[in-house]
């Protein structure tokens, strides 16, 4: 970020705090200050991005390794904000939260069937609970899970 754009937010940082007629040290101080952290923003955002597109890369390797690829691009549901993908094996993957869900549960119909647990719905068998931990989600008939961690529990 150059000095004058830093200048710029400095100004506007100000600004928003009530600070009127700011001397240019108190705006160049500033300035300094948001350039040197922009810095370390912008590379902790970077590796963030980069440890997140290793897990997706790892995962996708394993899928094609067993024949599973995606068959369309992934989907995020505009209420939940849930991320899904469709893959030749017929299943809807969960992939992750595009945002916050403005709350209420999350549907998992179509999801990942898996498990030995019988007493489940079809679409809790094979998700992983950790991924879902301290949530509630429904299944078509309106009955409500949550899990621990470990275990899915009827609620």
Same mark, same amino acid.
């Given at each position: ?48 991005? @980069? ?5 997706? *890369?790892? =995962? &996708?390797?394993?899928? #094609?390794?067993?024949?599973?690829? $995606? ?37 998992? @119909? ?5 498990? *030995?647990? =019988? &007493?489940?719905?079809? #679409?809790?068998?094979?998700?992983? $609970? ?26």
């Amino acid at each position: 970020m150059s000095f004058d754009d830093a200048r710029r937010r400095a100004e506007g940082q100000l600004a928003a705090q009530g600070v009127r007629n700011p001397t240019a040290s108190q705006i160049n101080s500033l300035a300094r200050a948001i350039q040197a952290g922009e810095t370390e923003r912008l590379t902790d955002l970077a590796l963030k991005r @980069d440890l997140t597109q290793s897990r997706i *890369d790892a =995962s &996708e390797a394993q899928l #094609a390794q067993a024949g599973i690829v $995606p068959e369309g691009p992934p989907v995020v549901d505009p209420k939940t904000g849930v991320i899904t993908q469709e893959y030749s094996d017929g299943t809807t993957r969960f992939k992750g939260v595009g945002r916050s869900p403005s709350g209420g549960d999350i549907n998992l @119909d179509g999801f990942v069937p898996g498990g *030995d647990q =019988s &007493e489940l719905p079809e #679409a809790l068998k094979n998700s992983n $609970p950790a991924d879902f931990n301290g949530q509630t989600v429904k299944d078509k008939q309106g009955n409500r899970y949550s899990s621990d961690g470990t275990k899915w529990i009827k609620i």
